[in-house]
Structure formats: C-alpha cells, structure tokens
C-alpha cells in the first residue's frame, strides 16, 4: 500500500520560530510537493522537487523554503514564522511523467496533512 | 496554461439523490484529470482519474466523471447520495506534456447531504 507520511499532524508554534514539516514517501517517487490549504483557496503549491536537491517554486513560495537531500524525503521549512502561515499543510507524491511510461500513473498521492497554527 | 474552475463552492442534496459537481478545465494539451475527496480532517483521496483512455471513468464509491473535450468539462456524478459522501472534493488537471509533473487545483466543492 502506498504512504505518504507526514510527521505532525498538529503543531503550535510562536511568531518568528523556525518551522520544519517532515515528509516521507516510500513509493520510490520523483516528485514531491508541499501544499498549503485554507478556507475557500483550495490547495495552493509551494514548492515541488522532481529530483533530489533540485527544487521549484509554486504558486506562494514567499516565506517558505525547501529540503531534497533524499528521494524519499522532502522537508517544508518556516525561516520565521508568522500568524499568516497558520493553515493546513499537505505533502504529495508521484511519479515523474517520463518515468511511470504511462499517463495512468500520473497520480499524485497525499499524506494526512499538518495542521499549522502560529500564534 | 493551466487552470481549473470548480463552479459551485457548496452542494447541498438529500440523501439518496444525485450528486453532481462541476468541474471546467482549460490546458492546451489533452489533460489527466482527476477527482480527489478530503474528509475532515483528512488528506486527499483518488476517486478517479482520466488519462486518455474511456471518456466516462468510474471512481470508488459510485461515483464517475465524464470527460467532455467541446465543453472543457469533467463534472463528477453519482446516482444516489450516502452520508458519507459528505466532504470537500477538488478537480485538479495535470498537462504532462506541456508543464511536466505539476497539478492545478480548483478551489473545492463542499458537498452537504441532508438525512
């Protein structure tokens, strides 16, 4: 069965710590990606990795960065954290597109999601 | 580019009647498309997928989405509403060969069904 795993699934923090959200898959995956879902914005991308130690920005990549050092783990961080980064945090995973050799594998897969509030 | 528009944020219906939620697409390419559900306080699960295949795709839990390329559209449908359809569901497209491995949300159908 596939997993995705992310390490928290709740966390509190204070304004202007640092931040780090933990994600691992064990699908042997290509891709990663780091989502923040709030009310009514749906899921919007931060980042996404296709490789390791290689790293793109998404939609909000402000206030954020990013750590590939092994396939199958890819870490969200908060430099500084802020009130405004309080949301849901969700990981995905899939196969990159010219690898899987077929477009039906070209799924993404989610872990639980990391419930962030920053006060 | 790549977008996808959910047109109803919120779906009210009653138990046992059908559900449909609307999904428009735009890529310039032919698109995967896929039907994603989130329970509270749960991540995202795989209804169902179009990858080029049968225009009509069947997910789990009875529901299905048609594929119609002349009106960009991939609405999802089911015949007959449970409780536990009750949930936030996301069309999300993905344009493999024009921008690689990247996946374009809508902003979510909250589904309602009323006992």
């Known amino acids: 069965d596939v997993k995705v795993t992310q390490s928290s699934r709740y966390l509190v923090k204070r304004t202007g710590e640092k931040v780090f959200l933990e994600c691992v898959q064990d699908?042997?995956?290509?891709?990663m990606f780091w989502y923040r879902q709030d009310p009514g914005l749906g899921l919007r991308l931060i980042y996404f990795?296709?490789?390791?130690?290689?790293?793109e920005k998404g939609d909000i990549p402000e206030g954020y960065s990013v750590s590939r050092e092994k396939k199958e783990r890819f870490s969200l961080i908060l430099e500084s954290a802020s009130t405004n980064q309080t949301s849901m945090y969700l990981c995905?995973?899939?196969?990159?597109?010219?690898?899987?050799?077929?477009?039906?594998?070209?799924?993404?897969?989610f872990g639980a999601g990391t419930r962030l509030s920053v006060l | 580019a790549q977008s996808v528009t959910q047109l109803d944020s919120h779906v009210s219906v009653s138990e046992g009647t059908p559900v449909l939620l609307r999904c428009n697409y735009s890529?310039?390419?032919?698109?995967?498309l896929f039907w994603y559900v989130q329970h509270p306080n749960k991540g995202l699960q795989l209804l169902l997928k179009?990858?080029?295949?049968?225009?009509l795709v069947k997910g789990i839990n009875g529901f299905e989405a048609e594929f119609k390329k002349s009106e960009t559209s991939f609405h999802l449908t089911k015949p007959s509403a449970h409780m536990s359809d009750a949930a936030e569901y996301f069309c999300?497209?993905?344009?493999?060969?024009?921008?690689?491995?990247?996946?374009?949300f809508g902003t979510g159908t909250s589904l309602t069904v009323i006992p």
């Open positions: 699908m042997d995956h290509e891709n």
């Open positions: 179009y990858t080029s295949a049968a225009t």
């Open positions: 890529s310039s390419y032919s698109p995967s």
């Open positions: 990795s296709y490789d390791v130690k290689m790293k």
């Open positions: 995905a995973s899939s196969k990159r597109r010219g690898t899987s050799g077929s477009l039906a594998k070209n799924i993404q897969y």
């Open positions: 999300v497209v993905s344009d493999p060969v024009n921008t690689g491995n990247q996946f374009y």
